[in-house]
Nanobody, 116 residues
Framework: QVQLVESGGGLVQPGGSLRLSCAAS????????MNWYRQVPGKQRELVAG???????NYGDSVKGRFTISRDNAKNTVSLQMNSLNPEDTAVYYC??????????WGQGTQVTVSS
């Protein structure tokens, strides 16, 4: 079955860094566009960063220049390097896979808390 398993979340001080990873299984990873979303209670889930099957990347305005998304098709993983974190980055981060408009997969989420 399809699985997306996130790891790497936790508590970090403002200005610090974290690296999130997502391990995928159960589908052909290399042809699927992969994304990271985040959600704060009471707010809509927002796109943080995306990387297409061809390696093209895009970022939400609030994270441009601070976050970097990457993928390793040999290991079926997608990562999110997060630098210069601030309290507004506190959220549950979700790994997402999308293939056209028909197939979409979600992980269970990992909590990131930025606080001193």
């Amino acid at each position: 079955q399809v699985q997306l398993v996130e790891s790497g979340g936790g508590l970090v001080q403002p200005g610090g860094s974290l690296r999130l990873s997502c391990a995928a299984s159960g589908f052909i990873f290399s042809i699927v566009d992969m994304n990271w979303y985040r959600q704060v209670p009471g707010k809509q889930r927002e796109l943080v960063a995306g990387i297409t099957s061809g390696g093209r990347t895009n970022y939400g305005d609030s994270v441009k220049g601070r976050f970097t998304i990457s993928r390793d098709n040999a290991k079926n993983t997608v990562s999110l390097q997060m630098n210069s974190l601030n309290p507004e980055d506190t959220a549950v981060y979700y790994c997402n896979g999308a293939y056209g408009s028909r197939y979409e997969y979600w992980g269970q989420g990992t909590q990131v808390t930025v606080s001193s």
